[in-house]
């Protein structure tokens, strides 16, 4: 029986249990954090090896360059060869840079506006309006850059199989719309992966714009957690095959898979597109940090031990996402006031409560000790016009406290609930 | 005896004589490049045991953070501090960034581009003009820069105590001139180091523009070449006391001291500059790299640990620059037909020529195998109004190879002398 069909005695009678424990949660003084997707220490030991990587007398490269010293632009060839099997792409097209895939694409947007890209007519700063695609719920990083810039953003929904391509083919009949945001494969935070179908048809329609650009934040690639790969799309090829080539800015990088602040960041592309970002970096600096890409390139060895890494981190993370749905179904399933996702990889499980409560969810659990992401912001300007989506971040905390914070986090859910039923 | 105050029968017969020279050069089939201000392996190999650094069980920092991990915009608190002490300024106005200074360089004018900086009535993209004050001769990149972004660069002389600061008072009258580059320490490519005097007078000046700012890269601030250290002034400090606490952002970086390509930048300013700077770094991304930030402040252990690495590099570059002067004397010398610089620090030797024959030296060389950094790249837009000046970068090849192609060079000045008074 739902919390809908409860009469008023039986509601009255739920709703005082679930004051009591509520009461109780708080008298436990927690302090528990769900809101950051950061690997856990037991992760992060998976990559101990590094902190002694390349090793003295370690510094030439594949092409028999010193990677202590200045230059190189594209990044060595030891990991871009190494990264580019992973991937399945042409080594030639992959760059390799410094720790974080982030800062490229904030660079690519930031010196868009400033000059335009490759295929523009004008500098973006110079367009009347620029408009960008936001697929909800999503990145809140990736929507903070087109704030940042002044872009009006505009949501499609995420549909199964990926974001709502009719909606997204629509939108870019408008030349005012430049780019779009995705996450191709364990989405965050809806853990969903686009199909191949979304990938080609991405890929070949028609946009109005010739320097429209999707960012394809392709961060959770490997990151399963079940032991299965998915298959990663070129999309740059099918793009290139539908003549568009310029249309992907493909990123990707080892922060979920050695260390997180100090891991190696991919960018996958066109040639020129890649020519262009090169000639702008090459203003910018000199080359990214070899030294830490040579580590990562003997720490690896090849793209199974990729591979192998990340079933390491499968074997610590299932479990934690296992309790979290498991928790979720015992203490919310036959109420039906929320549903969640069970994602098969990524960093994060998307928890959709009563609508108009997401933001009273999240405020009952900081005041019983549990901080939990901010209602909203997987939508741009942390806005969430249904007030509905919750992210939960499993990966950080020990499963006892994780088991902690989401018995908590279901009893607000259920006084969120029992509190807009007006019992 | 000049070369000028020869008659013509002597100048004919030096003239054949440098032919003959020059001939004899080509016939060597030489390679040798003098155009980089790279470490060479030697130096290099000072900074070997950076590579297995923090070591494997060493990842936390000295404020029990997890250096692995995501987070911390500034930079650790243990290479800040032991940075600060090395600059001798306030640890809380210091970040610890990645690699590159230049990187931060860039993203401060392009960032002040597209937003204004937090002195600004509007961005720069919005003003009618930008102009931007350049010290010549001086360091390439930074013309580059404002060269990017479309900036009206505007010269002034290197007097023997740093930049002409009349000419400077004049300049910033202007409203329209928002900044200046400048390398206080040990100059790129003069070798010159700023006097305290002309350190107080560019922070006291007044300026028209309030966001007018002085970009203090201070990339050879320990750079000694005689194991002297120069004192290093605190701008900052300076320019706080003004009451223009915001007029420098100021730069330096281990990447000439620990490994060129993979070392720790730091920026430092006042408290609404940082603020602002992080401010957008934090949509930018989500810190910077802080396993090599504890790598190099284990590598250093204290801010003597830095002096004594840099009096081993004194040891390796002094016989270098010191054979280079050795040479032009020995060759030059009696003719009159070069000025040379002979630093006490940094990397460069700026090597004057006779008005108008700095390309046809640079063009020579190359013909005979002797790779030189192009004539006029140490003026905006790399235009040397009187085609004079050559930087000479010592630093890279070994003493056989330098000794080899100096003594090239000397040939390629003297027939470039003689061709110009037509013998």
């Given at each position: 029986m739902t919390l809908l069909d409860f009469d008023s005695?039986?509601?009255?009678?739920?709703?005082?249990?679930?004051?009591?424990?509520?009461?109780?949660?708080?008298?436990?003084?927690?302090?528990?954090?769900?809101?950051?997707?950061?690997?856990?220490?037991?992760?992060?030991?998976?990559g101990e090896s590094l902190l002694a990587l390349p090793g003295e007398g370690d510094h030439i490269d594949a092409d028999g360059q010193d990677v202590r010293n200045y230059g190189n632009l594209k990044g060595i060839r030891d990991i871009r060869e190494l990264w580019a099997e992973v991937l399945g792409v042409n080594p030639e097209n992959l760059l390799a840079g410094d720790a974080s895939s982030l800062n490229i694409m904030?660079?690519?947007?930031?010196?868009?506006?400033?000059?335009?890209?490759?295929?523009?007519?004008r500098a973006w700063k110079d367009e009347e309006k620029v408009r960008w695609i936001c697929p909800v719920?999503?990145?809140?990083?990736?929507?903070?850059?087109?704030?940042?810039?002044?872009?009006?953003?505009?949501?499609?929904?995420?549909?199964?199989?990926?974001?709502?391509?009719a909606a997204i083919k629509e939108?870019?009949?408008?030349?005012?719309?430049?780019?779009?945001?995705?996450?191709?494969?364990?989405?965050n935070p809806t853990g969903i992966t686009f199909s191949e179908e979304v990938c080609r048809e991405l890929a070949t329609m028609e946009t109005a714009?010739?320097?429209?650009?999707?960012?394809?934040?392709?961060?959770y690639a490997v990151h399963t957690l079940t032991g299965e790969f998915p298959p990663i799309h070129d999309v740059v090829a099918f793009a290139e095959e539908a003549g568009n080539p310029n249309r992907f800015w493909a990123m990707s990088s080892t922060s979920k898979i050695t260390l997180a602040g100090a891991g190696v960041s991919f960018f996958h592309s066109s040639k020129a597109n890649l020519d262009w970002y090169l000639k702008i970096a090459g203003v910018r600096g000199i080359g990214p940090n070899k030294v830490n890409q040579l580590a990562h390139a003997r720490?690896?060895?090849?793209?199974?031990?990729?591979?192998?890494?990340?079933?390491?981190?499968?074997?610590s993370l299932a479990p934690k996402f296992a309790r979290v749905v498991e928790i979720m179904e015992d203490r919310l399933g036959e109420y039906e006031v929320a549903r969640w996702t069970e994602p098969e990889g990524g960093y994060f499980i998307s928890l959709d409560v009563i609508d108009g409560t997401a933001s009273r969810v999240v405020e009952l659990a900081k005041e019983a000790?549990?901080?939990?992401?901010?209602?909203?912001?997987?939508?741009?300007?942390?806005d969430d016009p249904n007030n509905r989506n919750i992210r939960l971040a499993p990966s950080l905390p020990p499963v006892e406290e994780l088991e902690v914070a989401m018995d908590g986090v279901a009893t607000c859910v259920l006084l969120a609930a029992v509190e807009k039923l007006g019992a």
């Open positions: 005695d039986r509601l009255a009678q739920f709703s005082a249990q679930v004051r009591a424990d509520y009461e109780e949660l708080k008298a436990k003084n927690l302090k528990l954090d769900l809101t950051r997707g950061k690997p856990s220490s037991e992760q992060l030991d998976f904030f660079d690519l947007v930031s010196w868009s506006y400033a000059s335009g890209n490759n295929d523009s007519e719920p999503g990145y809140d990083r990736h929507f903070t850059i087109s704030e940042h810039f002044g872009f009006e953003m505009v949501t499609v929904p995420m549909l199964e199989d990926g974001p709502d391509v939108l870019v009949k408008d030349p005012q719309v430049k780019g779009m945001w995705a996450v191709p494969t364990f989405g714009a010739p320097d429209f650009r999707i960012v394809w934040d392709n961060a720490y690896f060895g090849n793209a199974e031990g990729v591979r192998a890494v990340m079933r390491k981190h499968a074997g000790g549990i901080a939990l992401t901010g209602a909203g912001s997987s939508f741009p300007l942390k």
